[in-house]
């Protein structure tokens, strides 16, 4: 079976599952949409990170903000590609346990919030860390 680092063996490709990894770019690819684009739709994220200067030529970022989107575009480059994006968010909205999620999707992807409860809300905080 050919695989690299970015794509994911079809025999893992099933509705509603995700491996850990998978979780956690998806969260990875929220937390840095809540940071930067806030009310921006999860379907945003790959323009964000594919070097797009309308979107991202923000003057008025942060010097911490401009961090989190070159570390984003360094660890979710796989999701520069929106088909990779969207499978993986469609994937993580239809998970059947939606207790392991730190974000609510809308069906339709056009918002997203954080949980403010759920047994895995605490790895908000190691999202935090990662792009630190």
């Given at each position: 079976m050919n695989t690299t680092p970015f794509t994911t063996p079809a025999i893992n490709r099933r509705p509603g599952k995700?491996?850990?990894?998978?979780?956690?770019?998806?969260e990875l690819g929220l937390f840095l949409l809540s940071q930067?684009?806030?009310?921006?739709?999860p379907d945003t994220l790959p323009i964000l990170l594919s070097q797009c200067t309308s979107l991202t030529d923000?003057?008025?970022?942060?010097?911490?903000?401009?961090?989190?989107?070159?570390?984003?575009?360094?660890?979710?480059?796989?999701?520069?590609?929106?088909?990779a994006w969207y499978e993986l968010l469609d994937r993580y909205v239809s998970v059947s346990n939606p207790l392991r999620q730190a974000y609510d999707v809308s069906a339709d992807r056009s918002r997203f919030t954080e949980k403010s409860v759920g047994f895995f809300r605490n790895r908000l905080r190691t999202l935090q860390q990662v792009m630190a």
């Open positions: 995700l491996s850990a990894r998978q979780l956690l770019d998806v930067l684009q806030p009310a921006a739709s923000q003057s008025d970022w942060t010097p911490r903000q401009r961090k989190l989107l070159n570390r984003g575009r360094q660890l979710l480059t796989q999701f520069q590609h929106r088909p």
